[in-house]
């Protein structure tokens, strides 16, 4: 594997920022998380701010992911030559500049039109892989054909939420390989919404607006899904009609594909919907189902959500490539285990076997050094990317990882160490 070439990318990033310092020109995007978070709120609706910053309950879960975090302290150690150092890393056959992946984060429609779209351009920019939501805001095909434009062959997963259709399942999986994904991450946290009062609060549901159903109305099966309910059904109620009513079907018949005045009086629009909702995702998900996975894919198959180490050993006896240890940032069970604590006890239990992701809680690069330090084999960031696309699109979401990836980069010199492959707990102590 090549090494970066001295100076390194952090110190690369530091001078161009410098530089432009000179000429009077600030970063569009912040360099420090609290500042970043402030400007993105500022920057977003409310309805986007609630779902993209949201978390469960009473936000106990985001707080014990940076708790997990703050407990361990990098212990530099001084006097070695850290003039080179290597941030790459393999994975599922990939080259990568840095460990470091794109999280899927749903609907980011709130956020931007067609974010996907932007969110893979920047990942793309960057040589860094994008886990492609599967509750997005543009078709995957339009993800990867962006990619490619920027960078040939870029890297790219695809997130699976487990339908209820089983068809459904096996043509995104199709379509999946098609755009060249690299691996399947299947999400097992979600198989229902967790309690987000944020959200509730609004009374806001992106998906009920057709916010981030984009992989449902491109896929052919789906659409075949809704005409067949559309024939099935012999009386329905009418709706109610309220002003509140009215929005939702204009937000509807602009995010369904078509011409914006033929779905507003389509039932096609409203029932697309409706049969997203009705069948997105599947509670009586288990162990069987993922075992049969296998026959169904011939991608490597990533489990995101792990949390117990029990759950990583049948996890690595069900023969899938990787887990990512995650508790959804926060957004599905208030009080769960912070994620960077669930590292800490699952990779002993893995020990190489298996690859081993995070996320949930991770901000900065010295948070990306202690995930590696504590056994990760890469750290996914879902929310700062989204601040950064909502205050400067493609190149904001570029900008914040390209931070976090450069701040890596110095942490791991300055630390004493000249390769993330080689991070181990003895870089940090628990306080």
């Known amino acids: 594997m090549a090494e970066q070439a001295s100076p390194g990318v952090g110190r690369i990033r530091q001078n161009d920022i410098y530089v432009n310092g000179i000429h009077g020109r600030k970063p569009k995007v912040p360099t420090d998380h609290a500042e970043l978070e402030r400007r993105a709120r500022k920057a977003m609706s409310e309805r986007a701010w609630a779902y993209i910053a949201g978390g469960a ?18 212990v530099p150690r001084v006097l070695r030559d850290v003039s080179v150092r290597n941030t790459g890393i393999e994975l599922f056959g990939d080259t990568l500049p840095a460990p470091v992946l794109f999280s899927p984060v749903g609907a980011g429609a709130l956020v931007r039109r067609r974010a996907d779209v932007l969110i893979g351009r920047a990942a793309a920019q960057l040589g860094v892989p994008y886990i492609f939501s599967n509750q997005g805001s543009a078709p995957m095909e339009d993800v990867a054909a962006e990619m490619d434009r920027i960078r040939p062959g870029s890297p ?65 099966t789906f659409r075949d899904i809704v005409a ?8 329905k109620q009418k709706p109610e009609v309220t002003p509140g009513a009215i929005r939702t079907l204009v937000s509807i018949a602009r995010n369904i594909p078509g011409p ?16 997203f909702l009705s069948i997105y995702s599947r509670p009586s998900l288990n162990w069987d189902d993922i075992a049969g996975l296998r026959e169904r894919t011939d991608l490597p198959i990533v489990l995101k959500g792990i949390l117990h180490p029990d759950d990583a050993r049948q996890a690595i006896d069900t023969g899938v490539d ?14 769960s285990i912070g994620a960077v604590d669930a590292l800490a006890a699952i990779a002993p239990v893995v020990d190489g076997r298996i690859k081993v992701l995070v996320d949930s809680g991770i901000h ?6 202690k995930a590696l330090a504590l056994g990760a084999d890469a750290a996914c960031i879902g929310r700062p990317h989204m601040y950064g696309l909502a205050i400067d699109g493609a190149d904001g979401a570029r900008d914040v990882v390209t931070n976090i990836i450069a701040e890596l980069d ?13 991070l181990d707990r003895s870089a940090l102590s628990e306080v």
Do not use: C
């Open 156 to 220: 790219r997963w695809f997130q699976l939420y487990w339908s209820v259709d089983e068809d459904l399942v096996d043509s995104f999986l199709a379509r999946a390989k098609a755009m060249g994904a690299s691996a399947i991450a299947v999400t097992l946290d979600t198989t229902m919404l967790g309690w987000r009062p944020q959200d509730l609060n609004l009374g806001s549901l992106p998906f009920a607006r057709a916010e981030g159903i984009d992989q449902y109305t491109s896929d052919p």
């Open 260 to 275: 914006f005045l033929k779905n507003l009086t389509a039932p096609e629009s409203m029932e697309s919907v409706q049969t």
């Open 322 to 335: 990787g887990i990512i240890v995650s508790n959804h940032g926060g957004r599905q069970v208030d009080g």
């Open 57 to 74: 309950g009473e936000g106990t879960t985001m707080t014990a992911n940076r708790a997990a975090l703050d407990r361990r302290v990098i």
């Open 228 to 235: 067949r309910r559309l024939k099935a059904v012999v009386d």
């Open 410 to 422: 110095l942490t791991l010199g300055l630390s004493g160490h000249t390769a993330v492959t080689d």
């Open 364 to 369: 900065t690069g010295a948070d990306v050094f």
